[in-house]
């Protein structure tokens, strides 16, 4: 593998970790899942985070930036649908803020669940139109020249490591005992918070 690639590899790699652990609409999601439902469940949606940043990064390779600029309305588009998306997931969290906290590890439905906590990881990722222009803007300014499939074939899942291995620090962290303990005797105004401020994301990224 040719430097120019190895350097551009180095290069979006340390951008998009910059902006993965900028707190944002990914980081509220993940920390609300694996706290109030579980630590498999925060990892299953850090899985889907990573899938989503992939999505993104592959979007990025065929030259999603270009897209978005060439055609406003795509990200007009996009902007709404990720804004109602936010505003449904702080609609459902504020309905359970209500609910007592039951935390089971291994259950019937487990397996059934972590899925679901996996699809909404992958749709809250996908959801985030800045996320997109994020990783389209980024792609377009470090692509080397010419790219070799060994060059797609390194970045693709060095994106994934960076996505799912941030958001699964943060399940692991927020799903440990302390935090859990502190969520138990604040969750309704907690989950409330947490309603409140995906839904000022999502009415900010609507009206923007």
Known sequence: MAMEEVYSIFG????????????GPSFVFIAQRSISV???DGLAAAIGMGIGGVAFAVL????LHTILTAVPWVYAILKIAG???????AYQVWRGSSQPLHIRESNPAGDSRRRSSLLLGLTTQLSNPKTAIVYGSIFAAMLPEHIT???D????????????????????????????????RCKRWIDRTAAGVMSLLGIKLISS
Request: net charge positive; hydrophobic share 60%; glycine share 8%.
């Open 60 to 63: 990025g390779l065929l030259g």
């Open 83 to 89: 804004g109602l998306y936010l505003l449904y997931i």
């Open 38 to 40: 579980s630590r498999s």
């Open 153 to 184: 074939a390194l970045i693709l899942p060095l994106v994934f490591l960076v996505e799912a291995g941030w958001y699964a620090i943060v399940a692991v962290a927020l799903s440990s005992a302390a935090p859990r303990k502190a969520y138990a």
């Open 149 to 151: 499939f060994k060059y």
């Open 12 to 23: 979006i790699l340390l951008a998009l970790t910059v902006g993965v652990v900028s707190p």
